[in-house]
């Protein structure tokens, strides 16, 4: 229960929402910060020192990237979950390689945003950089170059399109965590497709047949039914 | 200073032809606003006059030569004229044509998002004031019902946003396998369970010849087709997919048996946020076929629709995709 005094530090602009989500958040349990520019959430970062950082991209002053860029250089490592605008594809391929913990599109649920911050503060250790925040990922034989967009199996480029190297990025750095293919379809689609899981189920495919990994004996990703996927070795990052 | 004045008068001799025809060359650049194309005609009836007494006089002959140039000059400059000009209206109707569509998008924004607004306000307001449990829990159900329509727009304008912003896949797409997955997802939608959905393949030649392209793109164009032919036909009506192939392009047809489209509507629906004389009152955002449209093109392909409200009734639209 500790998860629920964790401080948060709520960046947003836009007061409508800022002040829809405070009370929310409080309610389930968290104390919120709410500050509506990037140099303000930069000062009160290194001020609070919060459990948690949730970003708008789009702020006056300092936007949300340019602040979560800075934040690392300065070597806070705090998780933060950046919420994307609307109808910028690069965006989301962006947010990853700036080192966002996890992003949400706007507009969103509220309670899928909780159910963010709680799986991001589940996996978070304090003080210690979170996958999200390196460019190669290791998981035994496999290797993830995310900043050459390139996948090896013991040394062996492995052929993927895009989209499915994409989910690879998305569950390599959120292992062993259920990962819904809604969720999945958000991430990496950036809008849902009316054949939605079908979508999340032939990109699957694919990216087991390159990775020759057998569903009824996973080495990396294992179906939980009726729920989702699951990166199962145990990955280690650098850089 | 005699032979001088020779030398000088054999060059002027030579060059007057140059610097005559330079001159009217150059009068003939700042008069060619006022300068009417019949000019030419009659430059070229002087250069016949004058061209018997020119033969032992050189002074005439160059004012001919720069009658003639000035013709020329005129002659070219009047039809690079009308050619701009030319261009230019038709530029202009495009760009008329291009903010008439602009101003009819915007209208159509604007009544799509003003009613499922004023249900919201209306529902937040029930929410205020209403004090039994069971109202206010249904106007919750309205906010919420207002809301997911406003996604459901904003969704559908996002996607047709990103189709101009990022590139599009090209991998071999299995096109049989595409469209299975199409009706299966069709045939799973709660509102139209029971209805009847065709698939046809033809078997011949064998495997059926793949695709170059954006799968899920092509899934989100196709099932967007098999949506609303369900959606504007009633339980009895019959729902057609099926695929073709000429060499050159694979043709993707959905067909149904339903009213049909008015004929004033058939040029308009492919419009952002058009809706037609009998989708007035159904539910959607009105940018499906807009999108649909949008994925042909960027595959190098097309789309197109033909209806008929009489005998033989039906509605048949279709996507050529180009193989290559």
Redesign the interface.
């Known amino acids: 229960m500790s998860l629920n005094r964790s401080t948060i530090l709520l960046a947003d602009d836009d007061p409508t929402i800022a002040d829809s989500l405070a009370p929310f958040l409080e309610r389930a349990g968290f104390h919120v910060l709410v500050v509506s520019d990037g140099i303000t959430a930069l000062d009160k970062a290194q001020a609070h020192h919060p459990e948690l950082i949730i970003l708008d991209v789009l702020m006056p002053r300092m936007d949300g990237r340019e602040t979560l860029r800075r934040l690392r250089k300065l070597n806070i490592w705090t998780p933060t979950i950046l919420l994307t605008q609307?109808?910028?594809?690069?965006e989301r391929a962006l947010a990853l390689e700036e080192g966002a913990d996890d992003y949400l599109n706007k507009?969103f649920d509220p309670h899928e945003l909780l159910a963010r911050i709680r799986a991001v503060l589940r996996r978070a250790r304090p003080g210690e950089r979170s996958l999200s925040t390196a460019w190669l990922l290791t998981a035994g034989e496999l290797v993830l170059d995310r900043r050459a967009r390139r996948a090896t199996l013991a040394g062996e480029t492995v052929e993927l399109?895009?989209?499915a190297l994409a989910v690879l990025e998305y569950l390599m750095t959120h292992p062993d965590e259920a990962i819904s293919r809604e969720r999945l379809l958000d991430v990496v689609?950036?809008?849902?497709?009316?054949?939605g899981t079908?979508?999340v189920d032939?990109r699957m495919a694919e990216l087991r047949r390159a990775l020759d990994d057998d569903p009824s004996e996973p080495r990396f990703i294992e179906t939980i039914p009726s729920e989702g996927y699951r990166f199962i070795a145990s990955v280690h990052g650098e850089g | 200073m005699r032979r001088l004045s020779g030398k000088w008068s054999r060059y002027a001799k030579l060059t007057l032809p140059l610097w005559v025809g330079l001159i009217l060359a150059g009068l003939a650049w700042f008069l060619l606003p006022f300068a009417p194309p019949t000019l030419t005609t009659i430059d070229i009836g002087i250069f016949g006059l004058v061209l018997g007494l020119s033969i032992r006089n050189t002074a005439v002959f160059a004012f001919l030569l720069g009658f003639f140039i000035t013709g020329v000059i005129l002659f070219v400059r009047y039809w690079d004229k009308r050619r701009a000009d030319e261009a230019h209206t038709l530029y202009a109707d495009f760009v008329e044509d291009a903010q008439q569509k602009r101003r009819h998008f915007l209208r159509r924004l604007d009544h799509e998002i003003k009613n499922p607004l004023t249900g919201l306000r209306a529902a937040l307001v029930n929410l205020r004031e209403a004090q039994a449990a069971d109202e206010r829990s249904q106007a919750g159900q309205n906010a919420d019902k207002a809301v997911e329509r406003l996604?459901r727009l904003?969704?559908d304008l996002?996607?047709l946003?990103?189709l101009d912003?990022?590139p599009i896949?090209r991998?071999a797409v299995n096109v049989p396998d595409l469209l299975e997955?199409?009706v299966?997802?069709a045939r799973a939608i709660p509102a139209y369970e029971g209805r009847s959905i065709s698939l046809l393949i033809p078997k011949i030649p064998s495997p059926f010849p793949m695709l170059t392209g954006d799968?899920?793109l092509l899934?989100?164009a196709v099932?967007?087709l098999v949506?609303n032919a369900l959606k504007f036909t009633s339980a009895n009506d019959s729902v057609e997919v099926r695929a073709m192939e000429d060499g050159r392009a694979i043709v993707i047809e959905v067909a149904d048996s339903g009213a049909g489209i008015a004929f004033d509507d058939l040029s308009k629906i492919f419009d952002e946020l058009y809706r037609g004389t009998n989708a007035r009152s159904t539910e959607g955002s009105g940018l499906g076929l807009a999108l649909v449209n949008r994925i042909a093109i960027l595959h190098g392909g097309g789309c197109g629709v033909r209806s008929s409200q009489t005998e033989p009734r039906g509605t048949v639209f279709s996507l050529r995709l180009p193989r290559r």
């Open positions: 609307v109808g910028e594809a690069s507009p399109t895009p989209k689609w950036g809008w849902e497709y009316p054949t079908r979508t032939t | 996604t904003l969704t996002r996607k946003a990103d912003e990022r896949e991998y997955d199409v299966d997802a799968r899920d899934v989100l099932y967007n949506e």
